[in-house]
């Protein structure tokens, strides 16, 4: 399976990566070490930085926009002008997860919630595993997005809801509807704004997210699925919190990285709350 996708490098407080053909130099605030070849930065395509608000380097240079392919997914890529590409690649493990895990576990016959869902990469994992998918995003634009994500990977006829809508607010529509899901997929920020300005702020609304996650889960659920890219909030948090919310079920947690050439670079934790009824595939990074 190709991969365009590599950390070639990271130190100093950046990153430096591969994205097929494009090669940038991002901020990384864990990456604390030094980087192992400096030299091999100075060939990077663009760079981007925020020591005097938000700045592209040598931007011309970067394609108005090109595809990649990581972990069997098709991403279209545009550099914006908050550094992000629409693509967050320490999430590669998860999707391989998710994909594997709906797989495994009757495919088609499930229906899957994704929520903050961003470009659409677990929403495609999701659907690429055969199951039913609502993919949801405050934003309009991140919500089309996904959807031109959605085509460039075949699955332009495949069953899935595209709703633009704050999170909270979709799910207590849904849970008076009584409509249900076997699995649910969430990646709050830390603070973001909803569809019409609602505000999230992750240490206020996490718990409330949980409780409503659970309201929307079908009676044999597969997994709830929590990352969070929110400084401070471990492994161990988010593993306390979630097995307090459902005892019965098994929690597997760790840090997402960033993988290649260098060291790993840690980018955020999840945690997979697997329930009774999953095979569970063993994935762990
Ligand atoms: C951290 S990103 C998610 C990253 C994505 N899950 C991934 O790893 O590829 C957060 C996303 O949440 C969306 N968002 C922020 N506040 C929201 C809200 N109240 N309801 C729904 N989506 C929201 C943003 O538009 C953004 O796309």
Known sequence: MSDDYELMDSGDGKKYERFGNVSLVRPCSQAMWRPERPADWLRATAMFDREDGNRWHNR????????????????RLSGTDFGHLGIFPEQRSQWKWIRDTIAANGGSRNSVLNLFAYSGGSTMAA?????????????????????????????????????????????????????????????????????NGEMYKIERDLKKTISLVKGVLSDKPLFVLF?????GLSCIVAANIMSQAFPDAKIETGEMLLEGRSFPCPSGIYCRVVFPRAVCYNSMP
């Open 60 to 75: 011309g240079a970067l394609p108005k926009e090109w595809t990649i392919e990581t972990s069997g997914i098709k991403f």
């Open 127 to 195: 659907a690429l595993g055969g199951a039913e998918a609502c993919h949801l995003d405050a934003s309009k634009g991140m919500v089309q997005w996904a959807r031109d994500n959605a085509a460039l990977n075949g699955l332009k006829n495949h069953p899935i809801r595209w709703i633009t809508d704050d999170a909270h607010k979709f799910m207590e529509r849904e849970n008076r509807r009584g409509r249900r899901y076997d699995a649910v997929i969430f990646d709050p920020p830390t603070f973001g704004r909803g569809a």
């Open 227 to 231: 990352s969070s890219h929110t400084p």
